[in-house]
């Protein structure tokens, strides 16, 4: 049986779902054995990472679920603590920020100096605000798998804030690709991830969960870059949410979600860019570039770069979609990239996506929405109270004029505009605003129409579709 005193010897940060239990320092080896046997809800397999402290062994383990952990200590409770940035008084040169702001930098030093006690900083980005940790310290770094309630086999991005920064995280003597050298020079800083090969003796394998390669990016966004700087050490940043959650565009967004579960938030405004990075694969020896997740770069971007540098390539790289140009079932089961394997972006709430811009499959047919509605309305009769609808939708969308016709009784609408149709980056920029928003006014279900796959309506689409539940074609 585990006793309370080796309990007390081990540093466990848990979630409520999921996250990785740190061992630090056990008495003996087959204690490891032990906790397993007297705790099998741990579930608990073979180490993520094993590294040592003053000769003693610390081990990384995935932990599933927590519900018999009282005998230890569980997640340490934060006094949240946000801190004002102004992004404007950020200028970088040379790859070393001048901060005008005093009361900016000093937030900035704070920031950095929990960072280096190993903890977890919110903090902005150009795409969304990331839960930033070391990403050369696996027991940092399993703090931000414990606080979001995160799948071990889920891979972090490591960010840096300069070209002379990326050498830290990749293995001696590796040769960049022309293509890379393009790629970086074109959209570095900004929300474009790389992947490259990965040693496991500088990179954790933690960050990689066990994959061969690591992805890694620059931020654009002066806040991100300047606290990367001045912890001068690369940063593991994935969305800083829980877990499935929609990702946070804003700092009360983190506030609301994360609060006592981390110390400091550096609020920089809300996110420009609303998705996050486009991931890019360039490793495979056709020298093609697969986009594994869209994002802020867009395919036509990525495509028009390539035709205006590298055309005298023969063959010239092709951009390829993940899952629309081809197909890799061992990447979705093994991901090498945040947002591939998991349902994400997910409210709490229900979350049905209209499809009004694509054809239906043979056999299927377009309903109006009212029926739609009306099936909804049938299906809550139970509530005892109006049922309440969310509505996200292009600005210019006709569903949007033709909500007062759809007289349906006891039905309440809350509308949260997109973009118009022609500016799909308007759409990505308040996609996860406006998820976030619905659910905060309680509404009982979340609508949300169809954008074309076009420039960032790829990205736009593709976080819908993993954050809803159901499809259904409807007449506009």
């Not at 414990?146 to 920064?165: A, C, F, W, Y």
């Not at 579960?261 to 020298?287: A, F, N, R, Y």
């Not at 129409?449 to 420039?455: A, L, S, T, V």
Request: charged fraction near 20%; charge should be neutral.
């Amino acid at each position: 049986m585990m006793t309370e005193r080796w309990a007390q010897a081990c540093a466990l940060s848990s979630a409520a779902t999921a996250g990785l239990l740190t061992v630090t320092r056990p008495h003996r080896w087959h204690t490891l054995l032990s906790c397993s046997r007297s705790y099998p809800e741990y579930t608990c397999m073979r180490p993520l990472r094993i590294f040592w402290r003053r000769r003693a062994p610390t081990l990384v383990y995935p932990v599933f679920s927590y519900a018999a952990a009282r005998p230890i200590r569980t997640t340490m409770a934060f006094t949240t603590q946000v801190l004002t940035c102004d992004p404007a008084t950020v200028v970088f040169d040379s790859g070393r920020p001048t901060i005008a702001s005093v009361e900016t930098l000093q937030a900035l030093k704070r920031a950095s100096e929990q960072l280096h006690t190993h903890q977890t900083v919110a903090f902005p980005t150009e795409t969304v605000y990331g839960l930033g940790a070391l990403a050369l310290e696996p027991d940092a770094v399993s703090r931000i798998f414990s606080t979001k309630g995160r799948p071990p086999d889920n891979p972090l991005i490591v960010h840096v804030s300069s070209q002379e920064m990326l050498p830290r995280v990749l293995p001696k003597g590796y040769a960049m690709s022309k293509t890379y050298e393009v790629l970086m020079k074109r959209f570095w800083p900004g929300p474009l991830t790389l992947l490259f090969p990965t040693d496991p003796s500088i990179v954790p394998p933690i960050i990689t969960a066990n994959q061969p390669t690591v992805a890694v990016r620059m931020p654009s966004h002066p806040i991100a870059r300047a606290l990367i700087a001045l912890a001068d050490a690369p940063v593991a940043a994935p969305s800083a949410n829980s877990s499935g959650k929609p990702s946070p565009t804003r700092a009360e967004h983190v506030y609301n979600d994360l609060r006592g579960k981390v110390g400091i938030i550096l609020d920089g405004g809300p996110c420009g860019v609303g998705l996050e990075s486009t991931v890019v694969d360039g490793l495979h020896e056709d020298g093609n570039l697969r986009v594994l997740r869209p994002g802020g770069v867009t395919v036509e971007d990525l495509e028009r770069v390539i035709h205006e540098e590298l055309s005298y390539v023969n063959p010239a790289p092709k951009v390829l979609v993940h899952r629309r140009d081809y197909h890799d079932e061992a990447i979705e089961h093994t991901p090498t990239t945040p947002g591939m394997k998991y349902r994400h972006y997910s409210p709490s709430v229900p979350v049905t996506l209209l499809l009004t811009q694509s054809n239906p499959p043979s056999g299927a047919q377009r309903i109006p929405l009212k029926t739609f509605v009306q099936t909804l309305h049938v299906d809550a009769a139970g509530l005892g109270r109006p049922l309440r609808l969310g509505l996200l939708s292009p600005a210019d969308s006709p569903i949007i004029g033709n909500l007062s016709s759809i007289d349906v009784p006891d039905v309440e609408w809350t509308s949260h505009a997109l973009g118009p149709l022609s500016e799909p980056a308007v759409s990505a920029q308040r996609l996860f605003d406006g998820l976030l928003s619905l659910d905060g006014a309680k509404v009982d279900h979340i609508l949300i129409e169809e954008i074309r796959e076009e420039r960032e309506g790829l990205a736009v689409m593709n976080r819908v579709k993993k954050a809803a539940g159901d499809s259904i074609w409807i007449e506009v």
